[in-house]
T-cell receptor, first 109, second 116 residues
């Protein structure tokens, strides 16, 4: 059974304190790994897609990386506006995605 | 502006009532999806449709029904058979088969359903 585990469940950072979120997955035949950002009461916002081990994508203060077993979302010098829940999902067979439970990030000024 | 709209934003249902959640997209996407989100859990797939007039059950389809009569629209009905319907419901779409395996899904703003 395809599984996605995100850690930590919650993370509190001071503004400017860099850190990483983890997404571990077990899937037969990874076709894509997706990162989303979700603000309270809103729908998830697409951030990145990663397709193969070694791939990296960057957007502003965020950088996503992928290995054969996990993905990291690195946040460099975060600001309070980066506070949100970050969701990871994997695509195996077909078009279905399997989501992790998310990491709640709080950045304090 | 291309995007996905969901209505209503908040919905209240009495016990024993059926309610229908609307989802419309103007992205010209073939595939559409319905998810349920509960606190502390990942998104769970209810139903999905890869083409007009066709849809498949997801992981938690019991107590729900859908239709896909138009490419742009994928309404979800929460029936009285769904025993715990209070949740945040999210609709998504993706380019589908034409995207050659790419499956970035784009989400609407969600509908919060509460059973009174």
């Amino acid at each position: 059974e395809d599984q996605v585990t995100q850690s930590p469940e919650a993370l509190r950072l001071q503004e400017g304190e860099s850190s990483s979120l983890n997404c571990s997955y077990t899937v037969s035949g990874l076709r894509g790994l997706f990162w989303y950002r979700q603000d309270p009461g809103k729908g998830p916002e697409f951030l990145f897609t990663l397709y193969s081990a070694g791939e990296e994508k960057e957007k502003e203060r965020l950088k996503a990386t992928l290995t054969k077993k996990e993905s990291f979302l690195h946040i460099t010098a975060p600001k309070p506006e980066d506070s949100a829940t970050y969701l990871c999902a994997v695509q195996a067979h077909g078009n279905k995605l399997v989501f992790g439970a998310g990491t709640i990030l709080r950045v304090k000024s | 502006d291309g995007g996905i709209t969901q209505s209503p934003k908040y919905l209240f249902r009495k016990e024993g009532q059926n309610v229908t959640l609307s989802c419309e997209q103007n992205l010209n996407h073939d595939a559409m999806y319905w998810y349920r989100q509960d606190p502390g859990q990942g998104l769970r797939l209810i139903y999905y449709s890869q083409i007009v007039n066709d849809f498949q059950k997801g992981d938690i389809a019991e107590g729900y029904s859908v239709s896909r009569e138009k490419k742009e629209s994928f309404p979800l009905t929460v029936t009285s058979a769904q025993k715990n319907p209070t949740a945040f419901y999210l609709c998504a779409s993706s380019i589908g088969v034409a995207g050659q395996g790419r499956n970035e899904q784009f989400f609407g703003p969600g509908t919060r359903l509460t059973v009174l």
